[in-house]
């Protein structure tokens, strides 16, 4: 399953797949009166089930639906349905909103792990209630870059308040993420690593 954010919506030719009838593709629930869904629960071979559920910031972005109440309302269905092993994806910018987040679903989400901002951060942690936590997650992509794009394009856009292209940069790619390992029958997290390996060329 994909989460995804803020650029969901960039290309109108989404909305057909994301109405599919088994798309793989998820986008914020906080999203009003849009095509697809923002969560959904999948089911292990084990018979374990696990809701996903993204999220929106509104810090820095577009005034969507409160993401707080969002999830307040989705986590109480995952609930009704015996769903006990829940991952939100919190897709924004400020870094406070996500730490809030996590916070806020401290004890009712088994794993709260940010992105958006391209940078993996050093926080990850369980917190008092049993959520994994981590502010982003990092990226995807090339290191010697500004958040995956030519350094050269960014800094010139810093300098000069002007348009410049949005090349992917080049070099050396890595992976980064995060494991969360997840008790089933609590739902609480057991722990959670940073993953961050550099790709074979």
């Not at 004890?107 to 993996?120: C, F, M, N, P």
């Not at 810093?158 to 609590?186: C, K, M, W």
Request: contains cysteine; proline residues 4%; aromatic residues 6%.
């Amino acid at each position: 399953m994909l989460t995804s954010g803020n650029h969901t919506f960039s290309k109108r030719e989404i909305g057909p797949y994301l109405d599919r009838a088994g798309s793989k593709q998820l986008r914020p629930a906080n999203y009003p009166d849009a095509p697809g869904r923002g969560f959904t629960v999948l089911t292990a071979r084990s018979g374990a089930r696990l809701g996903v559920l993204n999220l929106e910031g509104r810090v820095f972005m577009k005034p969507l639906d409160c993401p707080f109440r969002t999830a307040d309302r989705v986590l109480a269905g995952f609930k009704a349905e015996g769903v006990r092993c829940v991952l939100v994806d919190m897709h924004c910018e400020a870094t406070s909103e996500k730490n809030a987040m996590g916070h806020f679903l401290d004890g009712r989400a088994s794993a709260v792990l940010g992105s958006h901002t391209h940078i993996q951060t050093a926080d990850a942690r369980v917190l008092r209630g049993g959520t994994a936590y981590v502010t982003d997650v990092g990226m995807c992509g090339p290191w010697d870059s500004v958040i995956g794009l030519r350094k050269e394009n960014a800094i010139e856009r810093f300098l000069t308040q002007r348009h410049s292209p949005f090349d992917l940069g080049n070099g050396e790619v890595y992976l980064q993420g995060a494991v969360v390992e997840i008790d089933d029958d609590t739902g609480r997290a057991r722990r959670i690593e940073r993953i961050q390996e550099r790709m074979p060329e």
